[in-house]
Nanobody, 120 residues
Framework: VQLAESGGGLVQTGGSLRLSCAASGSFYSIGTMNWYRQLPGKQRDLVAR???????YYIDSVKGRFTISRDNAKNTVYLQMNSLKPEDTAVYFCYVDIKPSIGALAYDLWGQGTQVTVSS
């Protein structure tokens, strides 16, 4: 199973970007899908989460600006980022819960990361 991220880039303050993370390969189901971000020399921090039932969670600093969504038919999670600020600059990673087969234990997989840079 592989995760392919796309959508990062350079944008001005107040701009928007949409990140995508698509899972490919053989698996039974996908559970919780998350977006994390990481600054150089820092740990990865959770930004947003969407569970298989569609319920979502956001950290306070992105509430009202970011929207996480998923397309189960495409095995893809999205992060729509609006009203971007310089402090949103980071490498963004998806982190996905994969169930390989019925009865098997699930495992978690990281995407390769995509750079988001917001200029002031």
């Amino acid at each position: 199973v592989q995760l392919a991220e796309s959508g990062g880039g350079l944008v001005q303050t107040g701009g928007s970007l949409r990140l995508s993370c698509a899972a490919s390969g053989s698996f039974y189901s996908i559970g919780t899908m998350n977006w994390y971000r990481q600054l150089p020399g820092k740990q990865r921090d959770l930004v947003a989460r969407i569970r298989s039932d569609g319920s979502t969670y956001y950290i306070d600093s992105v509430k009202g600006r970011f929207t996480i969504s998923r397309d189960n038919a495409k095995n893809t999670v999205y992060l729509q980022m609006n009203s971007l600020k310089p402090e949103d600059t980071a490498v963004y990673f998806c982190y996905v819960d994969i169930k390989p087969s019925i009865g098997a234990l699930a495992y978690d997989l990281w995407g390769q990361g995509t750079q988001v840079t917001v200029s002031s």
